[in-house]
Protein backbone atom coordinates (compact mmCIF):
# COMPACT_ATOMS: atom_id res chain seq x y z
CA UNK A 1 0.00 0.00 0.00
CA UNK A 2 1.02 3.51 -0.95
CA UNK A 3 1.65 6.48 1.45
CA UNK A 4 1.41 9.82 0.47
CA UNK A 5 4.86 11.69 1.37
CA UNK A 6 4.57 13.78 4.18
CA UNK A 7 3.53 17.47 3.74
CA UNK A 8 6.35 20.24 4.24
CA UNK A 9 5.85 22.84 6.91
CA UNK A 10 4.67 25.80 5.68
CA UNK A 11 8.25 27.78 5.75
CA UNK A 12 9.53 24.81 4.10
CA UNK A 13 6.74 25.09 1.13
CA UNK A 14 7.85 29.00 0.73
CA UNK A 15 11.24 27.97 0.77
CA UNK A 16 11.25 24.79 -1.76
CA UNK A 17 9.03 27.28 -4.30
CA UNK A 18 11.50 30.20 -3.93
CA UNK A 19 14.62 27.40 -4.19
CA UNK A 20 13.26 25.85 -7.65
CA UNK A 21 12.62 29.25 -9.46
CA UNK A 22 16.08 30.25 -8.23
CA UNK A 23 17.12 26.93 -9.40
CA UNK A 24 15.41 27.65 -12.89
CA UNK A 25 16.69 30.91 -13.41
CA UNK A 26 13.43 32.63 -12.99
CA UNK A 27 15.34 35.44 -11.09
CA UNK A 28 18.88 36.29 -12.75
CA UNK A 29 21.30 36.45 -9.96
CA UNK A 30 20.84 40.47 -8.53
CA UNK A 31 17.10 40.67 -9.38
CA UNK A 32 14.48 41.70 -7.00
CA UNK A 33 12.67 39.03 -5.61
CA UNK A 34 8.70 38.88 -4.59
CA UNK A 35 8.64 41.37 -1.29
CA UNK A 36 7.33 39.57 2.14
CA UNK A 37 4.49 40.92 1.76
CA UNK A 38 3.58 39.15 -1.60
CA UNK A 39 4.85 35.88 -0.42
CA UNK A 40 2.53 36.31 2.57
CA UNK A 41 -0.56 36.58 0.41
CA UNK A 42 0.42 34.18 -1.88
CA UNK A 43 0.78 31.20 0.23
CA UNK A 44 -1.58 32.95 3.17
CA UNK A 45 1.20 31.90 5.55
CA UNK A 46 2.58 34.90 8.16
CA UNK A 47 5.07 36.83 7.93
CA UNK A 48 7.16 35.33 10.35
CA UNK A 49 6.97 32.04 8.46
CA UNK A 50 7.95 33.75 5.03
CA UNK A 51 11.12 35.43 7.14
CA UNK A 52 12.14 32.14 8.17
CA UNK A 53 12.41 30.95 4.62
CA UNK A 54 14.17 33.91 3.38
CA UNK A 55 16.27 33.81 6.18
CA UNK A 56 17.26 30.13 5.95
CA UNK A 57 17.98 30.76 1.73
CA UNK A 58 20.22 33.90 2.95
CA UNK A 59 21.83 31.25 5.14
CA UNK A 60 22.41 28.96 2.18
CA UNK A 61 24.06 31.75 0.10
CA UNK A 62 21.08 31.30 -2.62
CA UNK A 63 19.15 34.92 -1.71
CA UNK A 64 20.86 38.47 -0.48
CA UNK A 65 18.28 40.90 1.60
CA UNK A 66 18.81 44.66 2.39
CA UNK A 67 17.22 45.69 4.74
CA UNK A 68 14.10 48.21 3.40
CA UNK A 69 14.75 47.30 -0.47
CA UNK A 70 14.03 44.07 -0.51
CA UNK A 71 15.23 40.26 -1.74
CA UNK A 72 17.28 39.66 -4.74
CA UNK A 73 19.09 36.47 -6.44
CA UNK A 74 22.53 35.74 -4.95
CA UNK A 75 25.62 35.72 -7.55
CA UNK A 76 26.23 32.17 -8.01
CA UNK A 77 29.48 32.29 -7.07
CA UNK A 78 28.27 32.20 -3.54
CA UNK A 79 26.32 28.78 -3.74
CA UNK A 80 29.46 26.78 -3.44
CA UNK A 81 31.70 28.92 -1.12
CA UNK A 82 29.00 29.33 1.58
CA UNK A 83 28.18 27.29 4.76
CA UNK A 84 24.80 26.87 5.91
CA UNK A 85 24.70 28.69 9.57
CA UNK A 86 22.45 26.90 11.67
CA UNK A 87 20.56 27.43 14.46
CA UNK A 88 22.05 24.95 17.24
CA UNK A 89 18.59 24.54 19.30
CA UNK A 90 16.79 23.42 15.61
CA UNK A 91 19.28 20.85 15.15
CA UNK A 92 19.22 19.10 17.84
CA UNK A 93 15.24 19.05 17.54
CA UNK A 94 15.14 17.64 14.11
CA UNK A 95 17.24 14.71 15.65
CA UNK A 96 14.15 14.31 17.98
CA UNK A 97 16.73 15.20 20.93
CA UNK A 98 16.31 17.90 24.07
CA UNK A 99 18.51 21.31 23.75
CA UNK A 100 19.33 22.75 27.13
CA UNK A 101 21.77 25.56 27.51
CA UNK A 102 23.72 27.13 30.74
CA UNK A 103 24.33 30.70 30.58
CA UNK A 104 27.89 31.08 32.24
CA UNK A 105 28.67 34.60 31.36
CA UNK A 106 26.50 37.35 30.12
CA UNK A 107 28.17 40.99 30.30
CA UNK A 108 29.59 44.11 28.65
CA UNK A 109 33.09 44.24 28.61
CA UNK A 110 35.67 47.07 26.97
CA UNK A 111 37.28 45.39 24.12
CA UNK A 112 40.78 44.80 23.29
CA UNK A 113 42.55 46.23 20.44
CA UNK A 114 42.48 42.86 18.98
CA UNK A 115 38.46 42.18 19.71
CA UNK A 116 37.91 45.38 18.22
CA UNK A 117 39.95 45.51 15.17
CA UNK A 118 37.64 42.18 14.38
CA UNK A 119 34.67 43.56 15.40
CA UNK A 120 35.30 46.83 13.75
CA UNK A 121 35.03 48.97 16.71
CA UNK A 122 37.19 51.62 18.87
CA UNK A 123 39.61 50.27 21.25
CA UNK A 124 38.49 49.80 24.77
CA UNK A 125 34.90 50.43 23.72
CA UNK A 126 31.68 48.31 25.49
CA UNK A 127 30.82 45.14 23.44
CA UNK A 128 28.48 42.71 24.58
CA UNK A 129 29.94 39.15 25.85
CA UNK A 130 28.45 36.00 26.69
CA UNK A 131 29.41 32.22 27.04
CA UNK A 132 27.54 29.38 26.97
CA UNK A 133 26.91 25.65 27.12
CA UNK A 134 24.52 23.97 24.70
CA UNK A 135 23.83 20.38 25.56
CA UNK A 136 21.96 17.76 23.52
CA UNK A 137 20.27 15.15 26.15
CA UNK A 138 22.11 16.85 28.41
CA UNK A 139 25.26 16.18 27.36
CA UNK A 140 27.56 18.84 26.51
CA UNK A 141 27.70 19.56 22.86
CA UNK A 142 28.83 22.84 22.14
CA UNK A 143 30.80 25.68 24.54
CA UNK A 144 29.97 29.36 22.52
CA UNK A 145 32.34 32.06 23.29
CA UNK A 146 30.55 35.28 21.43
CA UNK A 147 31.23 38.69 21.13
CA UNK A 148 28.60 40.97 19.88
CA UNK A 149 29.15 44.51 18.50
CA UNK A 150 25.94 46.72 20.95
CA UNK A 151 25.44 48.75 17.49
CA UNK A 152 23.91 45.75 15.57
CA UNK A 153 22.16 44.31 18.41
CA UNK A 154 21.77 46.53 21.54
CA UNK A 155 19.30 44.35 23.12
CA UNK A 156 21.41 41.37 23.10
CA UNK A 157 22.48 41.33 26.70
CA UNK A 158 18.75 41.38 27.82
CA UNK A 159 17.62 38.00 25.87
CA UNK A 160 16.92 34.90 28.32
CA UNK A 161 19.73 32.70 26.42
CA UNK A 162 18.58 29.77 28.17
CA UNK A 163 15.48 29.86 26.78
CA UNK A 164 16.89 31.18 23.13
CA UNK A 165 19.79 30.59 21.40
CA UNK A 166 22.07 33.76 20.39
CA UNK A 167 21.73 32.62 16.83
CA UNK A 168 17.68 32.26 16.87
CA UNK A 169 17.64 36.36 18.41
CA UNK A 170 20.30 37.65 15.76
CA UNK A 171 19.03 36.30 13.14
CA UNK A 172 15.63 38.05 13.80
CA UNK A 173 17.33 41.03 15.41
CA UNK A 174 19.75 41.85 13.12
CA UNK A 175 20.28 42.20 8.94
CA UNK A 176 22.61 39.08 8.25
CA UNK A 177 24.54 39.96 5.17
CA UNK A 178 27.05 37.02 5.14
CA UNK A 179 29.98 35.31 7.53
CA UNK A 180 33.43 34.15 7.34
CA UNK A 181 34.41 30.80 8.83
CA UNK A 182 37.76 29.02 10.06
CA UNK A 183 37.43 25.37 10.78
CA UNK A 184 39.94 23.26 12.33
CA UNK A 185 41.10 20.69 14.86
CA UNK A 186 42.14 21.52 18.01
CA UNK A 187 42.24 21.31 21.91
CA UNK A 188 40.12 22.86 24.33
CA UNK A 189 41.37 25.67 26.50
CA UNK A 190 41.49 24.55 30.29
CA UNK A 191 38.04 26.54 30.38
CA UNK A 192 36.28 24.84 27.44
CA UNK A 193 37.31 21.20 28.97
CA UNK A 194 35.75 21.72 31.97
CA UNK A 195 32.75 22.77 30.80
CA UNK A 196 32.67 20.51 27.96
CA UNK A 197 33.52 17.86 30.83
CA UNK A 198 36.07 16.48 28.42
CA UNK A 199 39.89 15.64 28.81
CA UNK A 200 42.49 18.54 28.49
CA UNK A 201 43.42 16.58 25.38
CA UNK A 202 40.58 15.92 23.69
CA UNK A 203 40.41 16.88 20.06
CA UNK A 204 37.60 19.13 19.00
CA UNK A 205 35.87 20.57 16.40
CA UNK A 206 36.71 24.75 16.38
CA UNK A 207 34.97 27.40 14.40
CA UNK A 208 35.84 30.47 14.70
CA UNK A 209 32.91 33.10 13.22
CA UNK A 210 32.50 36.00 12.05
CA UNK A 211 29.09 37.51 10.87
CA UNK A 212 28.15 41.18 9.58
CA UNK A 213 25.74 43.12 8.27
CA UNK A 214 26.03 44.91 4.99
CA UNK A 215 27.49 47.71 7.16
CA UNK A 216 29.41 46.60 10.34
CA UNK A 217 30.29 43.02 11.97
CA UNK A 218 27.92 41.90 14.18
CA UNK A 219 29.54 39.21 16.15
CA UNK A 220 32.57 37.18 16.47
CA UNK A 221 31.91 34.01 17.85
CA UNK A 222 34.26 30.80 18.88
CA UNK A 223 32.51 27.28 19.01
CA UNK A 224 34.20 24.67 20.44
CA UNK A 225 32.60 21.13 19.84
CA UNK A 226 34.16 17.79 21.04
CA UNK A 227 35.16 15.61 18.23
CA UNK A 228 33.76 12.48 19.50
CA UNK A 229 30.16 13.88 19.62
CA UNK A 230 29.37 16.26 16.71
CA UNK A 231 30.53 16.67 13.31
CA UNK A 232 30.24 18.82 10.23
CA UNK A 233 28.08 17.33 6.92
CA UNK A 234 25.94 18.82 4.19
CA UNK A 235 25.61 18.36 0.05
CA UNK A 236 25.88 21.31 -3.19
CA UNK A 237 23.82 20.81 -5.71
CA UNK A 238 25.11 23.13 -8.95
Not at 105 to 113: D, G, K, L, R
Not at 135 to 152: F, M, S
Not at 201 to 227: M, N, Q, Y
Request: glycine share 6%; hydrophobic share 40%.
Amino acid sequence: MSTSPPRLAPYAQVKQYLKQRLATGDWPPGQLMPSEAELVAQFGVSRMTVNRALRELQAEGLVDRVQGVGTFAAALHKVSSTLTLRDLHEEIAERGHRHEASVVVQEQVAASEALAAQLGVASGSPVFHTLIVHRENGVPLQCEDRYVNPACAPGYLAQDFSRTTPTHYLFQATALWRAQYAIEAGRPTAEEARLLAIAPDEPCLIIVRRTFSTEAAITLARLVHPGSRYGIEGQFTP
